[in-house]
Antibody
Framework: QVQLVQSGAEVKKTGASVTVSCMTS????????VTWVRQAPGQGLEWMGM????????SYALKYQDRVTLTTDTSTSTAYMQLRSLTSADTAVYYC??????????????WGQGTLVTVSS | QSALTQPASVSGSPGQSITISCTGT?????????VSWYQHHPGKPPQLVIY???KRPSGVSSRFSGSRSGNTASLTVSRLQAEDEADYYC??????????FGGGTKLTVL
């Protein structure tokens, strides 16, 4: 079955960077993309960006485009999200999810378990 | 890109039907057939319940249905059950591989 397993919780200092990994299995990694979404405490879901595992194309939300980098390692079917210059406002649960865009369809159909990133001074 | 507009909360009794709206613009909800809905129970990852406006993934109950009129999409949950109590989010493709979510709606089953 399709699985996305994320790395464990992180505690970071203000100004630091964090990298969250998302190891996938159960499907052909390069046929899909990976979307990253976060949820701050008491807030809703927020789209951060997506990366095509087919060709490495990336698209970022304007809010994050200067601070986030999405990458993939097709040899291990793993996606990575790096967020830099952390502030307390970046304290959130970060999700990776499998996305499919093509043939007149778009969907995000499988999600990782989420990774809590806590930023403190 | 501004978040899509959803009501903060809706409620219904078991067996009843509820509808959650998701209002955007012609640049997102009204411009693409790529509106999705997610059910999110606290502490768990979101689950896709509707995609491409009205398609239902395999394994999702037929009690969930989607529709759209103009720039407003809707999710209807029929025959409410206690397990339907959760947060629901809509999302829409906005072009050039970008996405926007709604603010979320808390569904309470009375």
């Amino acid at each position: 079955q399709v699985q996305l397993v994320q790395s464990g919780a992180e505690v970071k200092k203000t100004g630091a960077s964090v990298t969250v990994s998302c190891m996938t299995s159960g499907y052909t990694f390069t046929t899909y993309g990976v979307t990253w979404v976060r949820q701050a405490p008491g807030q809703g879901l927020e789209w951060m960006g997506m990366i095509s595992a087919t060709n490495g194309y990336t698209s970022y939300a304007l809010k994050y485009q200067d601070r986030v980098t999405l990458t993939t390692d097709t040899s291990t079917s793993t996606a990575y999200m790096q967020l830099r210059s952390l502030t307390s406002a970046d304290t959130a649960v970060y999700y990776c999810a499998r996305d499919y865009y093509g043939s007149g369809s778009f969907r995000i159909d499988s999600w990782g378990q989420g990774t809590l990133v806590t930023v403190s001074s | 890109q501004s978040a899509l507009t959803q009501p903060a909360s809706v409620s219904g009794s078991p067996g009843q039907s509820i509808t959650i709206s998701c209002t955007g613009t012609s640049a997102d909800v009204g411009g693409y057939n790529y509106v999705s809905w997610y059910q999110h129970h606290p502490g768990k990852p979101p689950q896709l319940v509707i995609y491409d406006v009205r398609k239902r993934p395999s394994g999702v109950s037929s009690r969930f249905s989607g529709s759209r009129s103009g720039n407003t999409a809707s999710l209807t949950v029929s025959r409410l059950q206690a397990e339907d109590e959760a947060d629901y989010y809509c999302s829409s493709y906005t072009g050039t591989h970008k996405l926007v979510f709604g603010g979320g709606t808390k569904l309470t089953v009375l």
